[in-house]
C-alpha cells in the first residue's frame, strides 16, 4: 500500500473510533487485550520470547489505559481500580517468569470481564432503545 493510500486507510479507522460509543470503545479495548493474551500464550508455546514479552507488554498497557480512565465517583471504579492492579501484578510475574499456569489465569479473567462488559452494554442499548421507543409512543 502506498503512503497516500495507508494514510487513507489510518484516517477511515480513527473516524471508525471517533464514532463509537464508550462501551464499544471499552469492548474494542478489552477485545485487544485478549488478542494481546492470545498472542503472548502462543508466543510463549513457541519460546518466541521478544513477541512474548512485546505481548505482555502491550497486554500491560492496555490495562494501564482502562485503569486510568476509570470515573472514580462510581463505587465499581473502584473494585474495578483494584482488580486492574492486580492483573498488571499478575502479567508482571507472568513475563518474570513466563509462566503458562498465570497466563492461562489472566486469559480466563481477561474474557470474563470482556462478556460481563459485552452484556452490560447489551443491555445498556436495549434500555435506551426502549426509552426512545416509549418516547415516540408518547410523544
Known sequence: MDR??????QGYKE????????????L????????R?????L???KADYPLFEASVDRCLDIIR??????????PISRNLNRLYDYLSFELNRVKAGRNKT???RVKTMAGELRDTFREANK????QLAEAAAQEQAGG
Open 65 to 74: 489505559y482502562l485503569d486510568d480512565t476509570l470515573d472514580m465517583q462510581y
Open 37 to 41: 493474551l492470545l498472542r503472548a500464550d
Open 4 to 9: 497516500k493510500g495507508f494514510q487513507g486507510y
Open 102 to 104: 498465570e497466563l492461562d
Open 15 to 26: 473516524q471508525g473510533i471517533n464514532e463509537m460509543t464508550p462501551g464499544e470503545l471499552l
Open 123 to 126: 443491555n445498556a442499548l436495549q
Open 43 to 45: 508466543a510463549l508455546g
Open 28 to 35: 474494542l479495548l478489552y477485545d485487544e487485550l485478549i488478542k
